[in-house]
């Protein structure tokens, strides 16, 4: 049997006993009796009933490193995909921040928060250890960081489910007038229940700081008179179930009457059942946990620590994927319309290399002709050459050492142009690129006569 008179003669200070042993100070015994008392514990059971003994061959073993692995994990996933959901809003054209938007802010907030608490529990309050390895100090540590998380779990998933309720409504807005009223009553159902869930818990003991200062209760002259916190948490989860059921299957019958592209209903389709099959098969599994042995709290808690941070954030996950998958469908198929054109330019560079070869080579016989004609005189024009006085004089006048290169060109053209007449009926080639864009003749190729 518990002495209480007894222990009330502790010595103020001191290094705090392990769960289960005799309290070294004055503290450890308010936080003993307060535990008692906001659990209805009587005071004649024995307190090594209520925290157990480590086991014969102990070898000590805990999953505080685990817990901050996942808790981190979990908070860089959250800040993560809000972010981007929020970028996507600023920076996206087209798009506006709508009032589901900004709910998701505070909730992400609150769901982020949540695993910093878990991990200042397993910092400052033993959680991950066995009850023997943790003292007195560390389960007060843990009670208070464990129900702060309690209120910031029900205001969190109320906010989340909040800014699901306003896509929806966005959506009835293509359907009809019946199912926006009928989103706004779910919105007043879920705001009624985030109200209650924070008195539930806040007003669980009278004074209410004695439902998370297992101190302060201690310190009472008069136990403060406390609810059983069971039945609120059944009463509460099931609400929380009954609606998150709700919100899975609102979304698929709407989009079923709502005219948009199949392959974007397919993907919303995806994301609403999934995500709320996860989150309804978490807190399932939370409400089962819930109803466990509590001798080794300290370890057994991480069990539905598992699944709450389960629910919170894919809910948070969940509320953002819409808005990203939009984002991400559009940026897909912007890299592959740029992919597409690209993959044309290249194509008509490559013909088009191939043309200018062929062109090349096909003027390289009119061009030599040209040439010719040039250093015999020719001036170009219609018929071929100029015979003019002027011209022969001004042939007769070349300076001697250019009489062999015209030794050896003169048998040439003589060749190809053979006689004047044959020369004056010869026509240029056209070479102009404007003549041959305007009447499609190929660069270097004779255009012919209208006879």
């Given amino acids: 049997m518990n002495n209480f008179s007894i222990w009330e003669q502790l010595p103020a200070e001191g290094p705090s006993a392990f769960c289960?042993?005799?309290?070294?100070?004055?503290?450890?015994?308010?936080?003993?009796?307060g535990y008692f008392r906001t659990y209805m514990i009587p005071e004649t059971i024995d307190i090594s009933i209520v925290w157990h003994h480590a086991p014969p061959g102990y070898v000590y073993n805990d999953k505080r490193a685990g817990i901050i692995a996942g808790m981190t994990v979990v908070m860089l996933i959250?800040?993560?995909?809000?972010?981007?959901?929020?970028?996507?809003?600023?920076?996206?054209k087209n798009t506006v921040f709508g009032l589901d938007d900004y709910v998701i802010i505070p909730a992400a907030a609150l769901a982020?928060?949540?695993?910093?608490?878990?991990?200042?529990?397993?910092v400052k309050g033993g959680a991950g250890r066995h009850s023997w390895d943790n003292t007195y100090e560390d389960l007060y540590n843990f009670y208070y960081y464990l129900d702060t998380c309690t209120k910031l779990y029900y205001a969190d998933v109320a906010l989340v489910k909040i800014s699901i309720a306003l896509?929806?409504?966005?959506?009835?807005?293509?359907?009809?007038?019946?199912w926006r009223m009928a989103t706004d009553v779910f919105l007043v159902t879920v705001v009624g229940h985030l109200v209650a869930c924070l008195l539930a818990n806040i007003l669980l003991c009278d004074p209410p700081r004695a439902g998370w200062d297992l101190k302060f209760a201690g310190r009472l002259e008069t136990a403060a008179r406390c609810?059983?916190?069971?039945?609120?948490?059944?009463?509460?989860?099931?609400?929380?179930?009954?609606?998150?059921?709700?919100?899975?299957?609102?979304?698929?019958?709407?989009?079923?009457?709502?005219?948009?592209?199949?392959?974007?209903?397919?993907?919303?389709?995806?994301?609403?059942?999934?995500g709320a099959t996860?989150?309804?098969?978490?807190?399932?599994?939370?409400?089962?946990g819930a109803m466990g042995d509590d001798d080794d709290v300290f370890m057994a808690y991480t069990t539905i620590l598992q699944w709450t941070v389960l629910d919170l954030s894919m809910g948070v996950v969940v509320a953002s994927l819409p808005v990203l998958d939009t984002v991400l469908i559009g940026?897909?198929?912007?890299?592959?319309?740029?992919?597409?054109?690209?993959?044309?330019?290249?194509?008509?560079?490559?013909?088009?290399?191939?043309?200018?070869?062929?062109?090349?080579?096909?003027?390289?016989?009119?061009?030599?002709?040209?040439?010719?004609?040039?250093?015999?005189?020719?001036?170009g024009g219609r018929g071929g050459g100029d015979s003019s006085p002027t011209s022969r004089h001004r042939l007769s006048s070349i300076p001697d050492q250019f009489e062999p290169i015209e030794a050896v060109l003169l048998p040439i053209d003589a060749a190809r142009l053979g006689t004047d007449?044959?020369?004056?009926?010869?026509?240029?080639?056209?070479?102009?690129?404007?003549?041959?864009?305007d009447t499609g003749v190929e660069l270097g190729e004779t255009p012919n006569k209208e006879k």
């Fill in 20 to 33: 289960g042993q005799t309290p070294n100070t004055q503290a450890d015994f308010y936080i003993i009796r």
């Fill in 78 to 92: 959250m800040i993560g995909i809000t972010t981007a959901r929020l970028l996507a809003r600023i920076l996206g």
């Fill in 112 to 122: 982020i928060a949540y695993p910093v608490l878990q991990i200042l529990g397993v």
């Fill in 167 to 178: 896509f929806v409504r966005r959506l009835a807005n293509h359907a009809s007038r019946g």
């Fill in 227 to 274: 609810e059983w916190w069971t039945t609120r948490f059944k009463i509460l989860h099931s609400i929380h179930v009954a609606q998150s059921m709700m919100l899975l299957m609102t979304p698929v019958v709407i989009l079923w009457k709502v005219q948009m592209d199949t392959a974007k209903k397919i993907r919303l389709f995806v994301i609403w059942v999934v």
């Fill in 278 to 288: 996860s989150v309804l098969g978490g807190l399932i599994q939370l409400l089962l």
């Fill in 331 to 379: 940026g897909w198929r912007r890299a592959t319309s740029r992919i597409a054109r690209l993959r044309g330019k290249f194509k008509d560079s490559s013909s088009n290399l191939e043309t200018g070869g062929r062109g090349s080579s096909s003027s390289t016989p009119g061009g030599a002709g040209s040439q010719d004609r040039t250093l015999l005189g020719g001036g």
């Fill in 421 to 437: 007449k044959e020369c004056a009926s010869y026509e240029m080639p056209n070479l102009s690129p404007r003549e041959t864009a």
